[in-house]
Nanobody, 119 residues
């Protein structure tokens, strides 16, 4: 069982930056693929960025490419999402998720953290 706890959300002006963090429990955290998803009001949950546990290769959605950076610290069991040049359309609840199988099947989820970008 893995527990994920997000932090770092808040209110920021357009053009600003935020850094989200996700603290994970569990001894095998370093093997898991990790992802950051977001869900805007009235919309579905979408993958924003992901990081492989095996190779540390990354994936970014088009909307995040060039502005967001996903990283992990296996020694601290944390994964972070640095978000720069924020836009009002980045407003959403952001979720951290873990995929133990490496097959894009995220089975562990955090409770979410709200990010609000004011224009």
């Amino acid at each position: 069982q893995v527990q994920l706890v997000e932090s770092g959300g808040g209110l920021v002006q357009a053009g600003g930056s935020l850094r989200l963090s996700c603290a994970a429990s569990g001894r095998t955290f370093s093997r898991y693929d990790m992802g950051w998803f977001r869900q805007a009001p009235g919309k579905g949950r979408v993958l924003v960025a992901a990081l492989r546990g095996s190779s540390s290769s990354t994936y970014y959605a088009g909307s995040a490419q060039g502005r967001f950076i996903i990283s992990r610290d296996n020694a601290k069991n944390t994964v972070s999402l640095q978000m720069n040049s924020l836009k009002s359309e980045d407003t959403a609840v952001y979720y951290c998720a873990a995929d133990p199988s490496g097959s894009a099947n995220y089975v562990y989820w955090g409770q979410g953290t709200q990010v609000t970008v004011s224009s």
